[in-house]
C-alpha cells in the first residue's frame, strides 16, 4: 500500500509517466490475512473453574460477555424473568470507562439466564453498595487499570488452582492454557458450546445462536462452522434417513 502510494505522488509529481502504476501492480498479489486462529477454554481451563474459588464479583464477571457485562447495572438483571438485557457497552479512553451503544443492532437483546449464573449474581446483585455489576472501588463505571487488576486476579488464582490441583509444578502453559487467557477466551468458548449443542441435536439454529450472541448469522457462519462441522455425522445421518427398517 505505501509503495503503491509512493507511485501515485510520483505520477502526479510526473517522475512516471501516467498509468505506470497500474502496469507495475498488475502482477503483484498482496498476501491473503490470515487471522490468528480463536481458541475456546482449555479442557483444564474449564476444570479449574470448578474448583477455583473466585469472588462474587470475579464469578460473575467469567459469566458474561466483556464490554457488555462492565456496562451492566442492577437494573439490567431480571431475575423474575431470568433475563439479562443488554442495551449499552462500555469501552475505554485510556484508563477512562465511557459508555457506548453495543457492537451492532443485533447486540440490544434480551439474554436468558441459566439457573446457574442467577445464583451467582443474585446474591452479588445484593451485595453492591451502587447500581453497575463492576464498579471501582469509590463507585462509578470500572475503570481500565481497575479491570486489568479484576482480570490478573482471576487469572493467577486459576492458575495457582491449577497447579495446587494437578500437582504440576511445572506445567506446560502452551498446552494447558492460563497464561494466554483472556475474558474474550470466555465467550469464545461460550459460542463453541452452544454451536456443539447445536451440532449434537438440541433444539438450536444459527440464528437462535446469533441471537444469544448478539451477532449476525453470517458471522456464526463464517467464524464457527468449523466447530459445527466436527461434530458432523452425515453417514450417520444418511443411514437414518433412508433406513427401511420400522423406528
Not at 144 to 169: E, F, P, T
Request: net charge positive.
Amino acid at each position: 500500500m505505501t509503495l503503491k502510494q509512493i507511485c501515485r505522488a510520483a505520477e502526479r509529481d510526473k517522475l512516471l509517466p501516467k498509468g505506470e502504476t497500474l502496469d507495475i501492480f498488475a502482477e503483484i498479489h498482496p498476501p491473503k490475512y490470515k487471522a490468528k486462529e480463536k481458541r475456546p477454554l482449555t479442557e483444564e481451563e474449564t476444570a479449574a473453574l470448578s474448583y477455583t474459588e473466585l469472588s462474587e464479583k470475579e464469578r460473575a464477571f467469567v459469566s458474561l460477555r466483556r464490554e457488555e457485562a462492565l456496562a451492566l447495572t442492577v437494573f439490567d438483571v431480571n431475575f423474575k424473568d431470568s433475563l439479562i438485557k443488554i442495551s449499552k457497552a462500555v469501552a475505554f479512553d485510556g484508563n477512562n470507562p465511557y459508555i457506548k451503544a453495543p457492537k451492532s443492532r443485533n447486540s440490544y437483546r434480551n439474554v436468558p439466564m441459566c439457573a446457574e449464573l442467577a445464583d451467582i449474581l443474585k446474591p452479588y446483585s445484593l451485595s453492591l453498595s451502587g447500581t453497575n455489576l463492576f464498579e471501582k472501588s469509590a463507585g462509578g463505571l470500572i475503570t481500565h487499570s481497575a479491570y486489568v487488576k479484576m482480570w490478573d486476579s482471576i487469572r493467577n488464582k486459576l492458575k495457582k488452582s491449577y497447579i495446587k490441583h494437578s500437582g504440576d509444578r511445572m506445567p506446560d502453559w502452551g498446552r494447558v492454557g492460563f497464561e494466554d487467557l483472556t475474558a474474550h477466551i470466555f465467550r469464545l468458548n461460550y459460542c463453541t458450546r452452544l454451536c456443539y449443542a447445536m451440532a449434537e441435536g438440541h433444539n438450536l439454529t444459527t440464528k437462535k445462536i446469533a441471537a444469544l450472541l448478539g451477532d449476525s448469522e453470517k458471522m456464526v457462519l463464517d467464524v464457527y462452522s468449523h466447530i459445527m462441522e466436527e461434530k458432523e455425522r452425515p453417514m450417520e445421518a444418511i443411514e437414518s434417513v433412508l433406513s427401511l427398517k420400522a423406528k
